[in-house]
């Protein structure tokens, strides 16, 4: 089955930058659409952000659009998160998702592989 396994989470000051990775095992990631999805603490998971399996499809969420760009490299078996211009609300665990779909979905119930998370935490 597919496996997903999250890095490039840390400590990074307000303003500061992260690329996050999102590398797949056991399958080829060229039909499955992947999101990253957080969970700050107290609170719900929300989505971040999904691209579908050929890329042509990006969605973001409003509080991110502008700072976060989503990636990927087929070829490499990895997607990617840029994150730019990071603010305290973006302290999370950073988790990566795979659906069994080449469409982005918003809801996180229709992923059905996930990470193992990468934490983020922006503080000064």
């Known amino acids: 089955q597919l496996q997903l396994v999250e890095s490039g989470g840390d400590l990074v000051q307000p303003g500061g930058s992260l690329r996050l990775s999102c590398a797949a095992s056991?399958?080829?990631?060229?039909?499955?659409?992947i999101g990253w999805f957080r969970q700050a603490p107290g609170k719900g998971r929300e989505g971040v952000s999904c691209?579908?399996?050929?890329?042509?499809?990006?969605n973001y969420a409003d509080s991110v659009k502008g700072r976060f760009t989503i990636s990927r490299d087929n070829a490499k078996n990895t997607v990617y998160l840029q994150m730019n211009s990071l603010k305290p609300e973006d302290t999370a665990i950073y988790y990566c998702?795979?659906?069994?779909?080449?469409?982005?979905?918003?809801?996180?119930?229709?992923?059905?592989?996930w990470g193992q998370g990468t934490p983020v935490t922006v503080s000064s």
């Open positions: 998702a795979g659906r069994t779909s080449s469409r982005c979905s918003a809801y996180e119930g229709n992923y059905r592989y």
């Open positions: 056991g399958f080829s990631l060229d039909y499955y659409a």
């Open positions: 691209i579908a399996s050929g890329g042509g499809s990006i």
